[in-house]
């Protein structure tokens, strides 16, 4: 018989994960989840994947991503609602666990509101440094919402970007983004167009939450040798680019059968050819390999990312005693008792009966 | 903009459940139950209905359970795992949420390991009140482990059960119960076999955990106008009864699609006809129509169920003041400026740079 902490879950709050992302650094916070996803990519046989199950509303979806390996189940919750900053809500929440395969026990349950920001902005400088060309500093970034300033920070830490170009429909996200990141070496330029943002990118990063069909990046705003980092196309009904850019462009994607669903993908025929972005990652398959060719990634967000996240704030947490301990699961001296949980009053009411 | 509490989640740990339950008395927590399941089965065709997602291991699964009317979505973690009562740990351990459907916010999170054994006993006992006999006074119950003092209870309270025969390979377990109902009024007889338990029985409920195509029950212990409530069959490669007692039945589902892949039901072909209990409830379909037909209710556990014991749980806590807030989800004055949570440290770090 173990003993009673055995079934003990470990809890992450919004503010402990945002104290931990504050004790390391978000640099070295998005640098250790880069490393983590992708030590995970190259395991990528050994998971137990499927597409996330979608419940969706009119007014957005909520998602439930499940993965496992042999030891470690993960599973978040998000939902994705756009219309929810119009009443002070975020349009991405979320929240996470880890379980033992072995046993079922839940070991972590975390916030992943903030978590997600940084695990796919971590994600997209694991693909570009994959995809983009070498040498590049130039970045647009069209969508200053809630996720912004973390692919900037990540494309600056991890890649080397320099220069970052706004734009976004609502003026105020860009100039909240201009005064978040303003103490950093990062060249910040507010643009009065998404052509204007693009001129002269060696990257692209589009990170729009409207749930349509949008077409922000047409085919003429398309320049040789680009990385296009597609993160706002990211379900049914929700897309970026202009079909054209994709068939005009190697497309990589984290796990084919979700980002033909969810992806830009959705607008292309399903024998359009993908390369799933833990080939290139394990040298099974090409990146990029001209100056010339234009690169996207399609990118989703997989429950494997999150799977990575999970590790690394339970690993962070661990080092730096962050977090409480809670009674998710009860703790039964013998487990086939549950009853003694409320035992005591039956015999107290049939006694007084 | 909304005030900044509306993101709290309320959280009901598995201590608070079993006050509630204390509070309220297992009685009456059993008849609000079957009381909440019975009013969601009556609106069955409100919900967003799918088969549940299981991540299967050597050692047992790891099941969500998502679903969702208009306004309210639900989903419920909980694995089955037979091998951990040897390690000091329950074979079912489960926990679950509630969250606007409108907005994604989880309003609830709660243990549910206790409640699914409420839960499921509740569903059988209104399932049993539409298709046992009335009139049923005994019951014979295979399989005395963690869910066996529940259905006892509910068939006691909620069809007037007064005898109850009981089997287990585990004499221990048998022990146990009857230590657990010594004080209610309901008759307790510890039988040597099966078939000494299932004489005469009114109803038969096999609660069995082995993970294992298991002959619990076969065609020669069944006699004329017994309702089996079969509980134990609820995954793929574990069943209880002889595919013949299903043969001579008039068989029972909650959500059909599930149970053909899930329940004893997997063992027959696709074509073998069975009856969904929300189209009984309503009385869109008979139950029950002779006394000597044999009935089953092939029970796996659904979504609904656990959507109306989160329901019940949240109504109940708030009534009885249990429970507390968990910061699941951040508090954002901006819902675009995600970033304010960990901005301050950039500055700083840029600052000593």
Same mark, same amino acid.
């Given at each position: 018989m173990k003993s009673s902490s055995t079934v003990q879950t470990h809890f992450l709050s919004a503010q402990d994960v945002a104290l931990i992302v504050n004790k390391i650094g978000p640099a070295a916070a998005l640098r250790g989840m880069a490393d983590y996803i992708r030590q995970d990519f190259l395991r990528w046989q050994d998971f137990d994947k499927c597409a996330r199950v979608a419940s969706h509303s009119a007014g957005g979806v909520i998602e439930l991503m499940p993965i496992a390996d042999a030891q470690t189940y993960a599973f978040k919750y998000v939902n994705g609602h756009p219309r929810n900053t119009h009443i002070g809500l975020s349009t991405v929440m979320a929240f996470g666990v880890l379980a033992d *395969?072995?046993?079922?026990? %839940?070991r972590l349950l975390s916030e992943l509101t903030l978590t997600t920001a940084l695990r796919t902005a971590a994600m997209s400088a694991v693909a570009a440094r994959a995809?983009?060309?070498?040498?590049?500093r130039r970045m647009a970034l069209i969508g200053n919402g809630a996720q912004s300033e973390f692919q900037a920070l990540a494309f600056h830490h991890l890649?080397?970007?320099?220069e970052i170009r706004l734009f976004d429909t609502d003026r105020a996200a860009t100039a909240k983004l201009m005064r978040n990141l303003r103490h950093t070496a990062l060249r910040l330029i507010a643009c009065e167009s998404i052509t204007q943002a693009v001129l002269g990118a060696d990257i692209v990063t589009t990170v729009t939450a409207d749930k349509t069909n949008a077409?922000?990046?047409?085919?003429?705003?398309i320049a040789p040798g680009m990385h296009i980092n597609g *993160?706002?196309?990211?379900? %049914?009904?929700k897309t970026e680019l202009h079909p054209d850019v994709l068939r005009g462009a190697s497309v990589f994607v984290e796990y084919e059968p979700q980002t033909r669903i969810?992806?830009?993908?959705?607008?292309?025929?399903?024998?359009f050819a993908v390369t799933e972005l833990w080939q290139v990652l394990g040298g099974k398959a090409a990146g990029r390999?001209?100056?010339s060719q234009v690169t996207v990634f399609?990118?989703?967000?997989?429950?494997l990312e999150d799977y990575s996240a999970l590790r690394f704030m339970r690993d962070a947490a661990s080092e730096l005693g962050v977090g409480q301990a809670l009674s998710l699961i009860p703790e039964l001296g013998?487990?086939?008792?549950?009853?003694s949980l409320i035992g005591p009053v039956v015999e107290e009411l049939a006694l007084a009966a």
């Open positions: *395969v072995a046993t079922g026990v %839940p995809l983009a060309r070498p040498g590049s890649l080397g970007i320099e077409t922000i990046l047409t085919p003429d705003l *993160v706002g196309g990211d379900c %049914p009904g969810e992806g830009d993908l959705q607008q292309l025929p399903a024998d390999s001209t100056e399609d990118s989703v967000g997989f429950a013998n487990p086939k008792d549950l009853f």
